[in-house]
């Protein structure tokens, strides 16, 4: 990717090293709670989600490796796989999709939600839903991007009938 906005418009942080292609949006991973069913403080903190009170009523989303190993480096590799054995224990929800969790949280259907998108969290709340969000370190913002092949073989000539019926 060779733009002269990357520079102005993108961290550093965010660019791959090889260039090959740029990131279009960041994702940011954040703890999302039913304002109904939650009161704030009582979730700030990792080991406290493991507690008996939470039992199934806690929520992951299924794909976010990159949170999950970030929480465990962070904490210790012993102390952070111990914390997700307990919340298994515990009976987490896990399911799959950022905004389909979203949704399970406004719904109430799962108070307490770890690892959704911010953006998917602040839709919901744009709706009135009774729904906020919250950072616990490490923060972890997730890449995406699009990407234009640059060897893409020629396409296949149009076989469409240009006579009319």
Known sequence: MNSPFIEQELLPEVMPAHGE???????????AYNTHLVKPRTCR?????????????IGME??????????????GEKSGLDL?????????????????SA????????PLMLGIYSHDA???KAKAAPVSWFVLPPAVVLASAVAVSRRAPTPAPRRFSTTTC
């Open 84 to 100: 997700f054995r307990r919340l298994g224990d515990n009976g987490v929800a896990v399911r799959t999709g950022h905004n389909h």
């Open 45 to 57: 903190g990792p080991g406290r989600t493991a507690r008996p009170k939470w039992k199934r009523r």
């Open 122 to 124: 602040e839709r919901m």
């Open 21 to 31: 292609w740029a990131p279009d949006r960041l994702n940011l991973l954040v703890y």
């Open 62 to 75: 299924s794909t976010n490796v990159e949170w999950f190993a970030a929480l465990v480096e962070s904490m």
């Open 103 to 110: 949704v399970l949280v406004a719904a109430g259907e799962i």
